[in-house]
C-alpha cells in the first residue's frame, strides 16, 4: 500500500482533529452524565464540544494516536540527522592521510637536557625528547636518543651520529635544553656546564654552527631548538650575553626553527611538554611541507601563550615539497 508522506499524513490529521473537535483545544476527552432534562444521558466532551456520536468518538481517538505516532516518528528522523551531523564532523577531524613520497634514508638526533645545577634544572625536555623521538620512529626515521648529556656524552653522541648517519639524504636535529648566544654566537649547554660561570660557555657549550656544518650530514638538514628558555646565566651576564638565541644564517639545504623569535624567552611549560614541542608533535606528522607545518606551530604557540611566545624559523631549503609524513624510508 502506498505510504503518505510524513507531512503531508501529519497536516491531514490536524486538519481531521479541527473537523471533528471544532477546537484547536480539544486534545483531552471526559465523560459527562447530563441529568438535567430529568432522563439521565451520557455523553463525552472534548474541550467545550460534546461528541454524542460514538463513531466521531473512535475516529478522534484513532486520529489522536496518529498524531502521537507521527510526533514520535519525526523525533526519531531529528535524532537520527544530529546523530549522522555529529559522526560527519567527527569524521573532517581527523588527519588527512599523507601522499605518497619518495624513498628516502632519514635520520634523526633527539637530545633532552634537564637535570642542570640549582635554579637552571628544567621540567619538560626529557618528556619533550621522548615524545618527539616516538613520533619520529613512527614516520620511519632512525633515531638516537640522548638524555641529560655532559659536555663529554653530547660530543660523543654527535660525532657517533655523524658517522651512522654519513649516507642520510634527510638528517634531523632536535634539542631541548638551555642554550645561550654570547657575541652573537649561540651555544647548547650540556648539564655538567657551571650555571654561575658565564666563562665556561664558550669552552663548555656546543656551538649551533658547529652542529649544523660538522655534525649534520645529508642534502637535508633540519634543526628543531627548543632552547630559548628562561635561561640561570642571564642572572651573571655581561654586554656580550643577550635573552634568547641569535638569529642565525643557514646555507643551502638547511631549516632552523626556534620556539621563540630570536632575542625572546620561550616557556618550558605547564603540561608534560613545552607548548613549542606540543604543537610540533601535533602537526609534524601531517600532510603538509615542512614550511606550512611550521605555520601551523607558530599559530597553535601564539594562541597557547596569549601571544607571548612567537616561533621563529630560518629556512634556505630548495626543491619541491618536504612533506615528512610522506617520506617512505629505505
Known amino acids: 500500500m502506498r505510504q503518505?508522506?510524513?507531512?503531508?499524513?501529519?497536516?491531514?490529521?490536524q486538519l481531521l482533529l479541527f473537523g471533528f473537535a471544532r477546537?484547536?483545544?480539544?486534545l483531552e476527552c471526559r465523560a459527562v452524565t447530563d441529568c438535567s432534562s430529568g432522563r439521565c444521558v451520557a455523553t463525552t466532551v472534548c474541550g467545550d464540544m460534546p461528541i454524542v456520536d460514538p463513531?466521531?468518538?473512535?475516529?478522534?481517538?484513532d486520529l489522536e494516536?496518529?498524531?502521537?505516532?507521527?510526533i514520535e516518528e519525526r523525533n526519531l528522523i531529528e535524532a537520527e540527522r544530529q546523530r549522522r551531523s555529529a559522526t560527519a564532523q567527527q569524521q573532517t577531524q581527523v588527519k588527512p592521510a599523507a601522499p605518497i613520497g619518495p624513498r628516502l634514508s632519514v635520520?634523526?638526533?633527539?637530545?633532552?637536557?634537564?637535570?642542570?645545577?640549582?635554579s637552571g634544572r628544567l621540567d619538560n625536555p626529557i618528556n619533550d625528547a621522548r615524545a618527539m623521538s616516538a613520533k619520529l620512529r613512527q614516520m620511519g626515521f632512525k633515531v638516537t636518543t640522548i638524555e641529560n648529556a655532559t659536555r663529554s656524552k653530547l660530543v660523543s653522541a654527535l660525532v657517533g651520529f655523524n658517522r651512522s648517519a654519513s649516507a642520510t639524504d634527510v638528517s634531523m636535529f632536535f634539542y631541548a635544553g638551555h642554550a645561550a648566544q654570547i657575541s652573537g654566537i649561540n651555544y647548547m649547554l650540556p648539564t655538567d656546564i657551571n650555571m654561575n660561570d658565564l666563562s665556561?660557555?664558550?669552552?663548555?657549550?656546543?656551538?649551533?654552527?658547529?652542529?649544523?656544518?660538522?655534525?649534520?650530514?645529508g642534502k637535508t638538514k633540519l634543526v628543531f631548538l627548543d632552547a630559548c628558555r628562561d635561561n640561570p646565566l642571564l642572572q651573571v651576564a655581561s654586554r656580550s650575553m643577550t635573552r634568547g638565541l641569535a638569529?642565525?644564517?643557514?646555507?643551502?639545504?638547511?631549516?632552523?626553527?626556534?620556539?621563540?623569535?630570536?632575542?625572546?624567552?620561550?616557556?618550558?611549560?605547564?603540561?608534560?611538554?613545552?607548548?613549542?614541542?606540543?604543537?610540533?608533535?601535533?602537526h609534524i606528522d601531517g600532510p603538509d611541507d615542512i614550511s606550512v607545518v611550521l605555520r601551523k606551530v607558530r599559530a597553535e604557540v601564539m594562541q597557547d601563550t596569549d601571544g607571548r611566545q612567537q616561533p621563529w624559523d630560518y629556512n634556505s631549503l630548495t626543491g619541491g615539497s618536504l612533506i615528512l609524513s610522506a617520506i617512505r624510508a629505505k
Open 200 to 217: 665556561e660557555v664558550p669552552l663548555h657549550g656546543i656551538s649551533l654552527n658547529s652542529v649544523v656544518d660538522q655534525y649534520l650530514p
Open 23 to 26: 477546537s484547536s483545544f480539544a
Open 65 to 70: 494516536l496518529e498524531r502521537k505516532r507521527l
Open 107 to 118: 635520520h634523526a638526533i633527539v637530545i633532552g637536557n634537564g637535570a642542570y645545577q640549582g
Open 55 to 61: 463513531r466521531l468518538q473512535r475516529q478522534y481517538q
Open 247 to 282: 638569529p642565525i644564517s643557514v646555507s643551502e639545504g638547511v631549516m632552523i626553527a626556534y620556539a621563540t623569535k630570536d632575542g625572546s624567552v620561550a616557556a618550558d611549560g605547564n603540561g608534560k611538554n613545552s607548548p613549542f614541542t606540543k604543537a610540533l608533535l601535533q
Open 4 to 13: 503518505i508522506p510524513f507531512t503531508v499524513a501529519f497536516a491531514i490529521s
